[in-house]
């Protein structure tokens, strides 16, 4: 168990539909990054927030959004969805800035089917 | 922003062989590089990571190399098992916990 949370595990929603995958990062860290991985795909990274604030963006389509709140948990919000959506978004957590312990510790992941 | 590559995107090997990933970056600002293992179905894992301040990490059969001139690094996984069978993925990144630039992973089956 790596302490990252997400939940829902899974997930089946209608085109056009919208929905909010939800990630609690690891006890301390304050970092919280974004991924999305598409069959046979790699790691694209999609955004990141640390301390509540927008950090890093990567490419991250304009229907998708996210935020971190106050007690750190985060959620990315992707509306308007497409079949080409379906894939497993991973949320990863780390100490953050101004540390030398950055690894990112991932979470399970969502897996989201669009149909 | 940061480039990663990674090379070769399929990898077979006996049991008992060697293996060898190699990624490029292009950010000479990148100054940390991790190693993650994602076995089917599971999230990624960190395995092995290096900073720049040095050449060559091991950790038993597992050891990844830098070179800073030339923008590459590598993993090396010597006498392989087929519990070694994952997609590995590089990583570069600053050591200020700014987002990982990942590879496109690595496809390695080890066979029996």
């Known amino acids: 168990d790596s302490g990252v949370t997400q939940t829902p595990k899974h997930l089946i929603t209608a085109t056009g539909q919208r929905v909010t995958l939800r990630c609690s990062p690891r006890?301390?860290?304050?970092?919280v990054y974004w991924y999305q991985q598409s069959l046979d795909q790699g790691l694209q990274f999609l955004i990141q927030?640390?301390?509540?604030?927008?950090?890093a963006k990567g490419n991250i389509l304009e229907r998708f959004s996210a935020q971190q709140f106050p007690d750190l948990h985060s959620e990315l919000n992707l509306s308007s969805l497409e079949l080409g959506d379906s894939a497993l978004y991973f949320c990863?957590?780390?100490?953050?800035?101004?540390?030398?312990?950055?690894?990112?510790?991932f979470g399970q992941g969502t897996r989201l089917t669009v149909v | 922003g940061e480039n990663v590559e990674q090379h070769p995107s399929t990898l077979s090997v006996q049991e008992g062989d060697s293996a060898v990933i190699k990624c490029t970056y292009s950010?000479?600002?990148?100054?940390?590089f991790p190693w993650y293992k994602q076995e089917l179905g599971k999230r990624p894992q960190l395995i092995i990571d290096?900073?720049?301040?040095?050449g060559e990490k091991k950790d038993q059969r597992i050891a990844v190399t830098l070179n800073k001139t030339a923008k590459h690094f590598s993993l090396h996984i010597t006498e392989t098992q087929p519990e070694d069978s994952a997609v590995y993925f590089c990583?570069?990144?600053?050591?200020?916990?700014?987002?990982?630039?990942f590879g496109t992973g690595t496809s390695l089956t080890v066979i029996p």
């Open positions: 990863a957590s780390s100490v953050g800035q101004g540390g030398l312990n950055t690894e990112a510790f």
């Open positions: 006890s301390g860290d304050l970092s």
């Open positions: 927030y640390y301390n509540g604030e927008e950090r």
């Open positions: 950010d000479s600002a990148s100054n940390y």
């Open positions: 290096i900073r720049s301040n040095v």
């Open positions: 990583a570069a990144g600053p050591n200020t916990g700014n987002q990982f630039y």
